[in-house]
């Protein structure tokens, strides 16, 4: 059965600061992995899709890369700002309709 | 971008009462949708899929009868939360199928409290 995992649970940083956010996974048979932000009241809004294949995605100050063999997958945020408070869930899928998710980082930018 | 609409945003009801959960799809035709619950330190996990005009399809260790749901339009499906008791209290959330490049659209999501 898939696991991921994230970590760290929370985390606080200044405003301005590079940060990094770990998930891993257990079946690296995935068909591809997706970063989630999730906001109190507004669901969630996917922020890159990493398919297999692939060793990273690029948006804007995102980047997320994928070492699939090793199950490991990072979300690095640039440049820090307050409005990138919010809870980052990672996610892999199989060939299927279902995600399995991670527990979520909580993160906090404090201005 | 397709949008699902979800409410009620959040609930509190009595143990032993029932609660329903709406998700629209808004500007698309939503023949799939799933529902997932989160539980507080827990990830979220997938409780059933439905396709309009069928029966849901539960995921082990959901008890169906309790938990129904129906996906009689293809803009609407609904998860009613039977005789709902404290246990049962949870974030749940639906996801519509949408193809495009994510491929799914999540609601906002549902604050369940049962006391």
């Known amino acids: 059965k898939q696991e991921v995992t994230q970590i760290p649970a929370a985390l606080s940083v200044p405003e301005g600061e590079n940060l990094v956010l770990n998930c891993s996974f257990t079946?690296?048979?995935?068909?591809?992995l997706q970063w989630f932000r999730q906001d109190p009241g507004k669901g969630l809004t996917s922020l890159l899709l990493i398919q297999s294949s692939q060793r990273e995605q690029t948006s804007g100050r995102l980047n997320a890369s994928l070492d699939k063999s090793s199950g490991r997958s990072t979300l690095y945020i640039a440049a820090s700002q307050p409005g990138d408070s919010a809870t980052y869930l990672c996610a892999v899928k199989h060939t299927g309709n279902q995600f399995y998710f991670g527990t979520g980082t909580s993160l906090t930018v404090i201005p | 971008g397709a949008v699902v609409s979800q409410h009620p945003s959040r609930v509190i009801c009595k143990s032993g009462t029932s609660v329903k959960i709406e998700c629209r799809s808004l500007?698309?035709?939503?023949?799939?949708m799933f529902w997932y619950r989160q539980f507080p330190k827990q990830s979220l996990m997938l409780m059933a899929t439905s396709n309009e005009g069928s029966k849901a399809t539960y995921e082990q260790g959901v008890e169906k009868d309790k938990f129904l749901i129906n996906h009689a339009s293809l803009t609407l499906s609904t998860l009613t939360v039977t005789s709902a008791h404290p246990e049962d209290s949870s974030f749940y959330i639906c996801?519509?199928?949408?193809?495009?490049?994510?491929?799914?659209?999540f609601g906002s999501g549902t604050r369940l409290t049962v006391v």
């Open positions: 500007d698309f035709q939503a023949t799939t």
């Open positions: 079946d690296s048979a995935i068909y591809n």
């Open positions: 996801s519509a199928l949408t193809g495009g490049y994510y491929g799914y659209t």
